[in-house]
């Protein structure tokens, strides 16, 4: 049936101190947000994952949340991303993906989750299929808002570092925001750091482009279980 609001176009005409504004209608800003979300790759586990259901346990939980709503609020007009790291279990996930999930469904723009780990399996699959590897590449570094699941996670090769150098790089030039999650340490020098793993000049890009904050609280996973 078509919406009463507008007749279908999917535009409403607002009439505003003698200015006319066209608007989208309501009814399209759902079928639009819908569309993004089923598109955005947010995994089926963390589909459910909001900021109203993470409950904070500890004071780096509970600034976490506090900046990726914050996030949430200003955006699109948030000066920098989040890097959330931390050990197992703690919400990072959670709280990228609520974030993502808040942004489309409630400002109505696209923003793509993409696992890190996958991401490489992918590009990797697709050098002996027709698939593009720039297509694959290019869907990830140019995205409006980009979720950077896991980095880290992967099996340690010169490949992995080039393909991070490369999105973190692009969007570092481009100024698109991203939030990203990892076990590796910002913190401390050692063989769990950031730097270790990855090199210099993406580790100094990352502190311009992100607000890193550190997540540490009971294994979630683990407790479950328990
Ligand atoms: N504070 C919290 N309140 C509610 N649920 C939580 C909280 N922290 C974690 N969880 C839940 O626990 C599970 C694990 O959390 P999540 O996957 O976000 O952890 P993570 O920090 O990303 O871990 P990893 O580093 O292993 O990827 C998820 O189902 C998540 O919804
Ligand atoms: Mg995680
Ligand atoms: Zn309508």
Redesign the pocket.
């Known amino acids: 049936m078509e919406c009463q609001i507008c007749g279908g176009s999917g535009w409403i005409i607002e009439e505003k101190n003698g200015r006319r504004t066209a608007k989208r209608c309501k009814c399209k800003f759902l079928l639009l947000s819908k569309e993004y979300l089923s598109s955005s790759g947010i995994p089926l586990?963390?589909r459910?994952?909001k900021f109203k259901?993470?409950?904070?346990?500890t004071p780096y939980?509970l600034k976490a949340?506090k900046e990726c709503k914050e996030f949430f609020f200003l955006y699109p007009f948030t000066e920098k991303g989040i890097l959330?790291f931390?050990?197992?279990?703690?919400?990072?996930?959670?709280?990228?993906?609520a974030t993502l999930r808040n942004i489309i469904e409630h400002k109505g723009l696209k923003g793509t989750f993409c696992d890190f780990r996958n991401l490489l399996i992918n590009l990797r699959s697709s050098f002996s299929s027709s698939e593009s590897t720039k297509e694959i590449l290019d869907s990830v570094r140019g995205a409006p808002l980009l979720v950077l699941?896991?980095v880290g996670?992967e099996r340690n090769t010169e490949w992995a570092k080039e393909i991070l150098a490369e999105i973190i790089n692009y969007r570092y030039t481009e100024n698109l925001p991203t939030i990203i999650?990892?076990?590796l340490r910002f913190d401390i020098l050692s063989e769990e750091s950031f730097v270790a793993k990855f090199d210099q000049r993406t580790e100094s890009r990352l502190y311009d482009m992100c607000k890193i904050l550190k997540?540490e609280?009971d294994?979630?996973?683990k407790k479950?279980s328990l």
Do not use: I, S
Not at 53 to 57: G, H, Y
Not at 86 to 97: F, V
């Open positions: 586990r963390y459910k994952c259901n993470f409950k904070p346990e939980q949340l959330l931390g050990p197992p279990g703690t919400g990072k996930t959670h709280l990228a993906a699941d896991d996670a999650t990892t076990n997540v609280g294994d979630r996973r479950r």
